[in-house]
């Protein structure tokens, strides 16, 4: 899987448009094709779901995000009508590091096995209103965990690489 530099910029505008409060999306596009990725922002409930019953839902958007179904539906549907399928999920954490939490771990299974088992997860970590730097998680079938890479990819004043993720 590639992501351009162009895909990443509206990943890390959406972060810090968020900020302080998580962002949520989907990139959706061809497997193998990076030139048909498209990324689609979605709405973060968690406020509102933590507003309407907070001891089921103790966490607010500052440190949660439940992505808005409405919008996972429209994602589902233009990505069908395109012959697309979802590449990646993001979401990010404000002023907290970029890592794959039990909570992302348990909306990414279900019955101990992923939804998408050839998804990639993109966590941004967002410091101050800015985004600092991103990891990347898959799933391993082996170890039945979802793998870190084997290192962080760091974000400064210089421009991005074209082409950042591999599979």
Same mark, same amino acid.
């Given at each position: ?10 990943? *890390? ?31 973060? %409930? ?38 697309? $399928? ?13 890592? *794959? ?17 050839? %998804? ?32 962080? *990819?760091?974000?400064?004043? #210089?421009?991005?690489? #074209?082409?950042?993720?591999? $599979?």
């Amino acid at each position: 899987m590639v992501l351009t530099e162009r895909e990443l910029n509206e990943i *890390f505008a959406h972060a810090g448009e968020a900020y302080p409060e998580e962002a949520c999306g989907i990139v959706i596009g061809k497997p193998g094709d990076s030139n048909t990725n498209l990324v689609r922002r979605c709405g973060n %409930l968690a406020n509102q779901y933590h507003e309407d019953d907070p001891i089921r839902y103790p966490r607010d958007a500052r440190t949660a995000y439940i992505m808005d179904p409405r919008d996972l539906l429209r994602v589902q549907s233009e990505a069908d009508a395109k012959g697309f $399928e979802f590449v990646l999920l993001y979401h990010s954490h404000p002023d907290h590091e970029a890592y *794959f939490s039990e909570t992302d771990r348990e909306l990414a299974l279900f019955d101990g096995e992923p939804m998408w088992p050839q %998804l990639r997860y993109l966590v941004v970590s967002v410091k101050n209103g800015k985004v600092s730097y991103f990891k990347v998680f898959g799933w391993d079938s082996i170890t039945k965990q979802f793998a870190e890479p084997s290192a962080a *990819f760091q974000l400064n004043d #210089q421009p991005l690489f #074209q082409s950042l993720l591999r $599979e």
